[in-house]
């Protein structure tokens, strides 16, 4: 691969029909009031999976907005921020006045416009721009590897905090993909034990067990219940994370009596509710999007407290630009047992890793 000019950079990019492929794109200008910051690890999303695998992301797109890095540059009036310091760029604040806000769900805020998942410029580069407003310091001792969860454990946080669970709680997550694991992580770390895990993939089941579940199941293995009636070890929570119809619809039916469901996995069929069984045990239904109003400092606290295990929760090998789309069909498969870290280099001809100039 030839060197890039001046100004430009190498960066996995969105060319249409579920292919992604490495190409010159142009560095992103730093601007007033922005930053411009040097990529060390950006995650990749199931928002991500989506945007590829079902076609949906425009083509020219650069997707990856888990990242952390370091500052490379500074705009006009940028005076809080300087060359050199380790940041994640943090989420929209809400207006904190509407309904939504005071409901502590900023991420839906009635006064924010919708969020246009499709002409942003994302992470999978060297570099991205951001506005310094929007910046947290990652804390001394966390290394940008591991900074690089922010954005996912702010969502386990949220979504953890939104079913109410207490340590007394008996919990079922469907899914142990990446977010799946994440808010298995969040709840033993809240002191939260017996939590079953329901994944069809073996080194995901093997992989929760590591993370603290107390016990892993195959969905089939999820029974059936009585019209009316609870199963007989019911739930009374239960997260669902995998996005997939059939395990929404089978995870309904573990919740006990005044049970709380949380949908945080998407998928592309809805699934079917069984609205009379909703009505005789009085479940909950939530829905969990994005952040507390707190935001990601909650996060970057937790992960440099070492409450987490973070290196059960990270894929063992980075991959490199070269490599996203076939660790996106693997992570897609369940065959990679936690959240990938890509590093915005590529391989040279002589085989060997290099960042990008």
């Given at each position: 691969?030839?060197?890039?000019?001046?100004?430009?950079?190498?960066?996995?990019?969105?060319?249409?029909?579920?292919?992604?492929?490495?190409?010159?794109?142009t560095v992103p200008e730093t601007g007033p009031g922005k930053v411009l910051v040097e990529i060390s690890h950006c995650g990749v999303c199931g928002t991500d999976l989506h945007l590829v695998h079902e076609h949906i992301a425009r083509?020219?797109?650069?997707?990856?907005?888990?990242?952390?890095?370091?500052?490379?540059?500074?705009?006009?009036?940028?005076?809080?921020?300087?060359?050199?310091?380790?940041?994640?760029?943090?989420?929209?604040?809400?207006?904190?006045?509407?309904?939504?806000?005071?409901?502590?769900?900023?991420?839906?805020?009635?006064?924010?416009?919708?969020?246009?998942?499709?002409?942003?410029?994302?992470?999978?580069?060297?570099?991205?721009?951001?506005?310094?407003?929007?910046?947290?310091?990652?804390?001394?001792?966390?290394?940008?590897?591991?900074?690089?969860?922010?954005?996912?454990v702010a969502i386990a946080i949220h979504s953890v905090n939104l079913s109410g669970v207490t340590p007394e709680d008996r919990v079922l997550v469907t899914g142990a993909g990446p977010v799946g694991m994440l808010i298995l992580a969040v709840l033993r770390a809240r002191?939260?034990?017996?939590?079953?895990?329901?994944?069809?993939?073996?080194?995901?089941?093997?992989?929760?067990?590591?993370?603290?579940?107390?016990?892993?199941?195959?969905?089939?293995?999820?029974?059936?219940?009585?019209?009316?009636?609870?199963?007989?070890?019911?739930?009374?929570?239960?997260?669902?994370?995998?996005?997939?119809?059939?395990?929404?619809?089978?995870?309904?039916?573990?919740?006990?009596?005044?049970?709380?469901?949380?949908?945080?996995?998407?998928?592309?069929?809805?699934?079917?509710?069984?609205?009379?069984?909703?009505?005789?045990?009085?479940?909950?239904?939530?829905?969990?999007?994005?952040?507390?109003?707190?935001?990601?400092?909650?996060?970057?606290?937790?992960?440099?407290?070492?409450?987490?295990?973070?290196?059960?929760?990270?894929?063992?090998?980075?991959?490199?630009?070269?490599?996203?789309?076939?660790?996106?069909?693997?992570?897609?498969?369940?065959?990679?047992?936690?959240?990938?870290?890509?590093?915005?280099?590529?391989?040279?001809?002589?085989?060997?890793?290099?960042?990008?100039?």
């Open positions: 691969m030839t060197e890039p000019d001046a100004g430009t950079m190498l960066a996995a990019v969105y060319v249409g029909d579920g292919v992604l492929t490495v190409d010159e794109v083509p020219g797109t650069v997707l990856g907005h888990e990242w952390a890095g370091t500052i490379a540059a500074v705009g006009d009036g940028v005076t809080d921020w300087a060359v050199g310091d380790r940041v994640v760029c943090g989420p929209v604040p809400g207006c904190g006045a509407c309904r939504a806000c005071r409901m502590r769900r900023p991420s839906v805020c009635l006064r924010r416009p919708p969020v246009d998942h499709l002409s942003f410029r994302g992470a999978f580069a060297r570099y991205v721009q951001a506005d310094a407003t929007r910046l947290l310091r990652v804390p001394d001792g966390l290394s940008l590897r591991h900074a690089a969860l922010t954005e996912p002191g939260v034990h017996d939590v079953v895990v329901s994944e069809p993939a073996a080194a995901r089941r093997v992989r929760a067990l590591e993370v603290g579940a107390a016990a892993v199941i195959v969905p089939e293995d999820l029974p059936v219940p009585e019209m009316g009636r609870p199963v007989a070890a019911p739930f009374s929570v239960a997260f669902e994370c995998s996005g997939h119809a059939s395990a929404c619809e089978s995870a309904l039916d573990q919740l006990d009596f005044a049970g709380t469901f949380v949908f945080v996995g998407t998928g592309h069929l809805p699934p079917r509710v069984n609205h009379n069984r909703l009505i005789i045990l009085e479940l909950s239904l939530l829905g969990a999007y994005n952040y507390d109003p707190e935001g990601w400092q909650p996060a970057l606290d937790l992960l440099a407290s070492g409450a987490l295990p973070v290196e059960l929760l990270i894929h063992s090998e980075d991959v490199l630009l070269d490599g996203l789309g076939d660790a996106m069909d693997r992570l897609a498969a369940g065959d990679i047992p936690a959240k990938v870290m890509v590093r915005p280099e590529v391989l040279d001809p002589a085989g060997r890793e290099g960042r990008t100039p």
